[in-house]
């Protein structure tokens, strides 16, 4: 079975500070790595990491892939309160039955305090 | 309209009922999955089907099952319900690539 690790489980920060949210897996075979933000109900699109090494960024936030080393990070900085949420990491499949399957970690809540 | 179409939104029911949780799709896409989210445990995967004949097992499948009526169309039923099938359930669907996934909204499900 796929596993995806993802730490911390939870982290409560203010405002303007930056944090850094791992993911870890044992994987040996996938497709992608896609980051997710849940706030109130359904978990919203962030980035697909499909490449070691290359840096996807989209405003204050940016995440990274380490195929080498099993992880990946997503950073925020200059944090704010709309940055509260459940941070997901999940694994695209890529062999036989688990092709396109998604697997999730158990998800980092961020509180972001004024 | 969304893309991905949970009904109910919100369901109390109790211990014994059957129960039918329905998710429609307008993206096109072959593949959809059901999900179900306790607290602490992110998201955990129930069942999924990668076209119409297709019909997965996840990793907690045990008291579901589930039927895909038709490409768009992928319900999901507890026959029995237990109290610790409480919980939030989400559909989700991808393309043939399954690089992605797109989420409806969410269902609460209540056993007492």
């Known amino acids: 079975e796929d596993k995806v690790v993802q730490s911390p489980l939870s982290l409560v920060v203010h405002e303007g500070d930056t944090v850094t949210l791992n993911c870890s897996y044992e994987?040996?075979?996938?497709?992608?790595l896609l980051w997710y933000k849940q706030e109130k109900k359904a978990p919203t699109f962030l980035f697909m990491l499909?490449?070691?090494?290359i840096e996807k960024k989209s405003g204050r936030l940016s995440s990274i892939l380490d195929k080498k080393e099993l992880f990946s990070i997503l950073n925020i900085t200059a944090t704010q309160t709309g940055d509260s949420a459940i941070y997901l990491c999940?694994?695209?499949?890529?062999?036989?039955?688990?092709?396109?399957?998604?697997?999730f970690g158990q998800g980092t809540i961020l509180t972001v305090h004024p | 309209d969304a893309d991905v179409t949970q009904t109910p939104r919100n369901r109390i029911t109790k211990t014994g009922k059957r129960i039918m949780l329905e998710c429609s799709q307008t993206?096109?896409?072959?593949?959809m999955y059901w999900y179900r989210q306790d607290p602490g445990l992110g998201l955990q995967l129930i069942y999924y089907?990668?076209?119409?004949?297709?019909?997965n097992k996840g990793e907690i499948s045990d008291g579901y099952s589930v039927s895909r009526q038709a490409q768009a169309k992928f319900s999901l039923s507890l026959e029995s319900a237990i109290p610790n099938q409480t919980a939030l359930y989400f559909c989700?669907?991808?393309?043939?690539?399954?690089?992605?996934?797109?989420f409806g909204q969410g269902t609460r499900l209540t056993v007492v």
């Open positions: 989700a669907t991808s393309d043939s690539n399954g690089r992605d996934a797109f």
């Open positions: 994987v040996t075979n996938f497709r992608s």
């Open positions: 499909t490449s070691s090494g």
């Open positions: 999940a694994l695209s499949g890529a062999g036989g039955t688990s092709y396109g399957k998604l697997t």
């Open positions: 993206k096109g896409h072959d593949r």
């Open positions: 089907s990668f076209d119409v004949k297709d019909i």
